[in-house]
């Protein structure tokens, strides 16, 4: 899979939530490896924030990124929107300081992304794979985020309150493609009994019968209602029975639900990376959504690549026979024992480490440790694999170094130790030279990691 940007630009514009300010948001295609990143066009400089878990500030009420003094809110439907259509890398520039409501939903952003576009990049996309069960929670509010290996992508989303109209209710997405009909569509909810105590935070400016589900669950007097509704600039609406009172009717029993699978998935979007999981959140909010998200960003940034999913049952894409067509690399030399992947970028080959390699005899006779520049060779020989497997008749070409860079060593080798390289083109192939990035994994530890240059050239 490759990274995809916008095809063509796009732009939505309406009331800030919060601020109640009149704000337009332009979604621009962004080059490979830019991420989300949104720019204030209404600030000295043109400040621009990445759409990051490190830079969420706040979540009451939406979820806020900042850095410094800059900052912008209720960016989780347009971030949920851009997670689901696949998209990596988009620019948005507003001039304000929060993304529109619009309807409460995502689903004019949906509906403008389709418009637009999706326009394969070069770069591949880079998975978060999760491969045993994370767990986020929040012992106050009961909150709690479970996240299972799973092949694909999908959420179960488990809400309860404390309400006579809106108490248990569930919802769940098993298929992304299914998030523009399924999910984007339902609005944001709001409590009448909440509207005062928002309105002295300074929030919901923005907020009206049209762009929110308002849940009415709790029997006020005529004349405080009116009262909210000046506070609010919105029309007096007699209301004579607990239920939902907003303007168009519930669009699903469980749009609530729904609605908060939406902002779930707008927060993981600030992983910065699309995951691969089975998610369960249970009385999920943007507080315990971006904890989680924080959690994997940490993990993310102290290990910059995950190390490759390695079944040991599955079929090799190459075996040792087809190795030792490709190398000419024999006992004791030969140091890769199969390939189980391979992109068009990088490949991913497997070295099982036993006693009886020959090495261990002088190193060290009482304490045996694979040599780091061994490691570094498999990986050029896994390297070399990468190249030669993508040349017609690459039997009639070797590969040989030409310059090593960057090399560390974090781990011992020891007997025992499967060891699995990830090797990737930095550079596209030029004159027959391939610089390449190489990371040596034993579990999920990075052992040893290199940048080398190798020179194909065809057999005499």
């Not at 400040?47 to 989780?76: Q, W």
């Not at 929060?98 to 326009?119: N, Q, T, W």
């Not at 040991?312 to 024999?330: A, F, Q, S, T, Y």
Request: overall charge negative.
């Amino acid at each position: 899979m490759k990274q995809t940007t916008l095809k063509a630009p796009f732009s939505v514009s309406g009331k800030g939530l919060h601020t109640g300010m009149m704000i337009e948001a332009e979604f621009l295609p962004a080059p490979d490896n830019h991420g989300y990143k949104i720019q204030r066009t209404d600030l000295e400089g043109e400040p621009v924030i990445d759409c990051l878990a490190e830079y969420v500030a706040h979540t009451e009420r939406g979820t806020v990124i900042a850095r410094g003094d800059v900052s912008v809110s209720t960016i989780e439907h347009a971030m949920a929107a851009l997670y689901a259509a696949g998209i990596d890398n988009v620019l948005i520039r507003v001039n304000g300081p929060e993304i529109p409501i619009l309807d409460g939903s995502a689903v004019e952003f949906c509906r403008k992304i389709e418009e637009a576009g999706i326009e394969e990049q070069a770069t591949e996309k880079d998975y978060y794979i999760v491969k045993q069960k994370i767990e986020v929670s929040d012992p106050q509010t009961g909150a709690t985020i479970v996240v299972l290996p799973d092949n694909d992508f999908s959420v179960d989303v488990m809400v309860q309150f404390d309400s006579p109209v809106l108490n248990n209710q569930f919802a769940s997405i098993n298929a992304i493609e299914d998030f523009g009909k399924e999910i984007a569509p339902s609005r944001t909810f709001v409590f009448v009994r909440e509207i005062e105590p928002l309105v002295k935070a300074n929030l919901i400016k923005g907020g009206d019968l049209e762009n929110a589900v308002v849940i009415y669950d709790r029997e006020m007097g005529q004349a405080e209602l009116d009262n909210l509704a000046d506070v609010m600039g919105v029309p007096h609406k007699e209301v004579t029975e607990l239920g939902y009172i907003q303007a168009r009717p519930l669009l699903w029993s469980n749009e609530p639900a729904r609605h908060k699978l939406l902002d779930v998935m707008g927060d993981l979007a600030l992983i910065g990376r699309p995951l691969k999981g089975k998610v369960i959140a249970t009385r999920p909010g943007h507080t315990i959504n971006t904890t989680f998200s924080k959690k994997i960003r940490k993990e993310i940034k102290r290990q910059e690549v995950q190390a490759p999913l390695y079944d040991p049952n599955k079929e090799p894409l190459m075996d040792n026979n087809r190795i030792r067509e490709l190398l000419p690399h024999r006992y004791p030399f030969l140091l890769i024992d199969k390939i189980i992947e391979r992109g068009e970028n990088y490949i991913v080959g497997v070295k099982n480490i036993t006693a009886n390699e020959p090495y261990f005899t002088g190193h060290f006779p009482q304490e045996p440790v694979m040599p780091g520049v061994l490691q570094i060779e498999a990986m050029a020989q896994t390297g070399g694999l990468l190249v030669l497997s993508g040349l017609d008749e690459p039997e009639r070409y070797s590969t040989y170094f030409m310059k090593i860079d960057n090399v560390k060593f974090r781990n011992k080798v020891v007997p025992g130790d499967t060891l699995i390289f990830h090797v990737s083109f930095m550079t596209e192939l030029r004159r027959g030279c391939a610089v390449m990035k190489g990371y040596a994994f034993v579990g999920e530890k990075v052992v040893s990691e290199c940048e080398f240059m190798a020179q194909i050239i065809k057999n005499k």
